[in-house]
C-alpha cells in the first residue's frame, strides 16, 4: 500500500496527517477517510509462533500483539486526537489486537497542579467507564498516560496505581519534590517508557518533522529538573519503534526506515552494559487518529494486564513483527531460555523459530549470524563482560537476552 501513496500531493498529505500523530503539541485535526499506510508488523503476518523444537523455551507463553501507545479523545483533545473510545475499540478488534495501552496527552507537572490533578484523574475515570462495557472483548485496554514535556521530551506511563500515587503525594508535596510522583509511580507497578528518544528536529516542510520531540537528556546538554532526572533513572525502556517516525518521517524524509529503530536499540545495549539493567524496547502507532498497530509483541504467561505487565518487566517482548520473540538462547547443555533472561559462558548457542529467511543475531549491536529459521548457532561471547544478544527477523527486532551481566537488582 505504501507504493501507491508515491504521488506527492498524497504522500504529503498522508505524512502531514501522521507524523503529526507523533505527538505534536499542536497536532491538526486529520480528514476524514484519509488513507493510512499499511504496515508490516500485521499480527496476521505471522500467526504461527507455537514452539516447535525440542525443549523450547516458548512453551509457557503466549505471543500477545498489541499497541503501546495510542491517544484518544477524550481525554485528549479533539483538536488534537480525531479518534474516540467506540472507534478505538472497534479498530483493535479489526486489528486483532491482544492489548492496546491508551495514552492520553498529560501536561508537564500537572502534578503540581489541583486543577490539572483534578482533569487527569477526571479523564482517566471518565476512561474507565467507557471501557467498562468491552472488559469482555478480546482486546485488554491498559489505561495510561503519554507525560509531555515539550521541553525536555515524552514518556509513556502505563501499569501504575495513578490514583494511589496522587492520594498519597498531594500537591504541595510534589512542588517541592516532582521526582516523587515517578518513583512512586513505579514503586506501585508503573512502568515508564522513554518515547520517540532520537526524533530531534528535521530541516522540512512538513511542520511537525521540525519540531523537537526527543528525550533531552540524550540529545541535549542538562541541567534537567529532579522529575526530569528521576524519569531518565527510573525508565525500564524505549520507544524502540513509533510507527510513525519509523515508517513515515524516518522512511521518507531521511529514507532510512531504521534510522531512529537502531539508534534507540544501540542506546539501550550500552546502557545496559554499563548500568547492568535490563531494558526493553517497546512500540506503539502514536495514532491521533482512524489507525491503530500491532507493534508491540510479548511473551505472556496468562492473557491478562498483570501477563502483559510481568512479561515486559521481565524483557520478553519484541517489537514491529512478532517473529523476533521466538529468539532462544542456551549456554553449553543447560536448558533453552526466552527473551529477558540472563545466560552465563563464554559460548551462547542461539536459535529463532518461524520460517523467516531473513534473520540476523547482534552481540552489542554488531551483527554476528544470520542463522536459518530453526537453526542452532554458535555465538561468542566475552566471559568476563556483559554482553547483550539480540535478534532481526525481517523487521522487527527481539529484546536483550543478557551474557555474563549480573544484572542489578530488579534490572
Ligand atoms: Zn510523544
Ligand atoms: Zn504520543
Not at 140 to 150: C, V
Not at 225 to 241: D, F, K, N, T, V
Not at 280 to 291: A, E, M, T
Request: proline share 6%.
Amino acid at each position: 500500500m505504501l507504493a501507491s501513496l508515491r504521488a506527492p500531493t498524497r504522500f504529503a498529505a498522508l505524512l502531514a496527517l501522521t507524523v503529526a500523530g507523533a505527538c505534536s503539541p499542536s497536532s491538526t485535526r486529520p480528514d476524514e477517510g484519509a488513507a493510512t499506510p499499511s504496515t508490516p508488523a500485521s499480527p496476521a503476518a505471522a500467526a504461527k509462533n507455537a514452539p516447535e523444537a525440542a525443549g523450547s523455551a516458548l512453551a509457557p507463553y503466549e505471543v500477545l500483539a498489541g499497541d503501546f501507545h495510542c491517544h484518544v479523545n477524550p481525554p485528549d483533545s479533539p483538536s488534537d486526537v480525531a479518534r474516540g473510545i467506540d472507534e478505538t475499540v472497534e479498530l483493535a478488534a479489526q486489528e486483532k489486537l491482544d492489548f492496546v495501552v491508551l495514552t492520553p496527552h498529560v501536561p508537564a507537572r500537572f502534578f503540581q497542579s489541583s486543577a490539572q490533578r483534578k482533569a487527569v484523574l477526571d479523564g482517566q475515570k471518565n476512561l474507565q467507564k467507557a471501557l467498562a462495557p468491552h472488559a469482555n472483548g478480546k482486546t485488554i485496554f491498559i489505561r495510561g498516560m503519554e507525560y509531555t514535556d515539550h521541553a525536555y521530551g515524552h514518556a509513556g506511563v502505563a501499569f501504575g496505581d495513578l490514583e494511589a500515587v496522587l492520594s498519597e503525594l498531594d500537591a504541595r508535596t510534589l512542588g517541592g519534590k516532582p521526582e516523587l510522583f515517578f518513583e512512586r509511580y513505579v514503586d506501585k507497578g508503573g512502568l515508564l517508557v522513554v518515547n520517540h528518544p532520537f526524533s530531534t528536529p528535521l530541516e522540512s516542510t512538513v511542520a511537525i518533522a521540525r519540531a523537537n520531540l526527543s528525550w533531552r537528556p540524550f540529545t541535549a546538554k542538562g541541567p534537567f529538573p529532579s522529575e526530569i532526572q528521576a524519569l531518565a533513572r527510573l525508565a525500564q525502556g524505549y520507544e524502540a519503534y513509533n510507527f510513525a517516525i519509523t515508517e513515515l518521517r524516518d522512511r521518507f524524509l531521511l529514507a532510512d526506515s531504521e534510522h531512529s529503530i537502531s539508534r534507540i536499540l544501540a542506546r539501550m545495549d550500552q546502557e545496559s552494559v554499563e548500568k547492568k539493567r535490563r531494558l526493553i524496547p517497546v512500540g506503539g502507532s502514536d495514532s491521533h487518529s482512524h489507525y491503530l498497530r500491532a507493534s508491540t509483541f510479548v511473551l505472556s504467561k496468562t492473557r491478562s494486564q498483570e501477563g502483559i505487565r510481568e512479561a515486559l518487566a521481565a524483557g520478553r517482548v519484541c517489537v514491529r513483527s512478532r517473529d523476533a520473540c521466538s529468539l532462544e538462547v542456551r549456554a553449553g547443555e543447560g536448558a533453552w531460555s526466552a527473551l529477558g533472561s540472563s545466560v552465563r559462558g563464554s559460548v551462547v548457542e542461539a536459535r529463532v523459530g518461524g520460517d523467516s529467511q531473513d534473520i540476523e543475531l547482534f552481540v552489542n549491536g554488531t551483527a554476528v549470524a544470520q542463522p536459518a529459521a530453526g537453526e542452532t548457532v554458535k555465538v561468542q561471547v566475552p566471559a568476563d563482560k556483559c554482553s547483550v544478544i539480540r535478534a532481526r527477523v525481517g523487521e522487527g527486532y527481539s529484546g536483550g537476552v543478557y551474557a555474563n551481566c549480573d544484572l542489578a537488582e530488579g534490572g
